[in-house]
């Protein structure tokens, strides 16, 4: 009998963690990314393109590493002790974060693992990222459009992928209002995720409308900072236009929102 017992015990626990780590993503997945050159900007010349999208300009970035998937709300809680998401689910991406909040995740994240936090945080304007640390921070605006459009591996699509926005991104059309579990439509050819729609993401890097008519071409880290980010890639709430891996979005620093998360990255030597 007590034989029994012991057996019906350790199919229970076993059922239990089968059931915690089912489609778990908050360990995140790194992806290496080869660097390269590639065109940035709306290359297709089909009316889209926004006068921010423009002039389509050569561009370098070195080699990284980039979360497969948006941070959820699983992994943020794990390291910050709190969930400011609207919308709530440990495989939904986290929101409503302003962007120091980010970097205060990528220091503790990289603290955490034995690694150089890159951000000294001080304030709206005067924080500086160090890139040549080896801790988690945002990506550049160059590395997040590079990622997006499949690295060297990338075809020229409109979306992170494919031409056909169904089949990659939660967005306006299909997101019935709210946020969606991570990793849940078609990667792109880098095996990334949700790099359309879902949630926008944060970059580093300062918005400025006309940044690429003088844009150094050699890993662009983004103007003087003057207190709006560039946000990447659109989300639930956005239509299909503002969700091409070309859409140029920004938002205040200091500003929170239930459509605007993130993902991150790392330098490589």
Avoid at 151 to 169: F, H, L, P, Q, T
Avoid at 238 to 263: D, E, H, M, Q
Wanted: proline residues 4%.
């Amino acid at each position: 009998m007590r034989n029994k017992l012991i057996y019906i015990l350790l199919i229970i626990l076993t059922l239990l963690f089968s059931c915690n780590s089912s489609g778990n993503k908050t360990k995140q997945d790194m992806v290496f990314i080869t660097g390269g050159s590639f065109q940035m900007g709306d290359t297709f010349n089909d009316g889209d393109a926004d006068i921010d999208e423009v002039p389509v300009h050569t561009v370098s970035v070195n080699s990284f590493v980039m979360s497969k998937y948006e941070v959820t709300q699983k992994e943020f809680e794990s390291y910050m002790n709190y969930n400011p998401s609207d919308f709530k689910g440990h495989n939904l991406p986290v929101t409503n974060l302003d962007w120091l909040e980010v970097m205060k995740f990528c220091n503790k994240k990289s603290e955490s693992e034995g690694l150089t936090p890159c951000y000294k945080i001080d304030g709206w304007d005067n924080t500086i990222c160090n890139f040549e640390s080896d801790g988690y921070r945002l990506p550049t605006e160059a590395e997040w459009e590079y990622a997006a459009k499949g690295g060297e591996k990338g075809s020229i699509y409109k979306y992170a992928g494919s031409n056909d926005v169904e089949s990659v991104a939660w967005y306006q059309k299909n997101s019935n209002g709210t946020t969606h579990n991570v990793g849940t439509k078609k990667p792109n050819e880098l095996g990334i995720y949700d790099m359309n729609g879902n949630v926008s993401e944060w970059c580093w890097d300062a918005y400025k409308i006309d940044y690429y008519k003088n844009s150094p071409s050699d890993n662009p880290h983004g103007p003087a900072f003057k207190g709006k980010p560039v946000r990447r890639g659109g989300s639930w709430i956005n239509n299909r236009w503002n969700v091409r891996t070309t859409t140029r979005l920004t938002w205040w620093a200091s500003s929170k929102s239930p459509f605007l998360g993130f993902r991150i990255v790392r330098s490589t030597k």
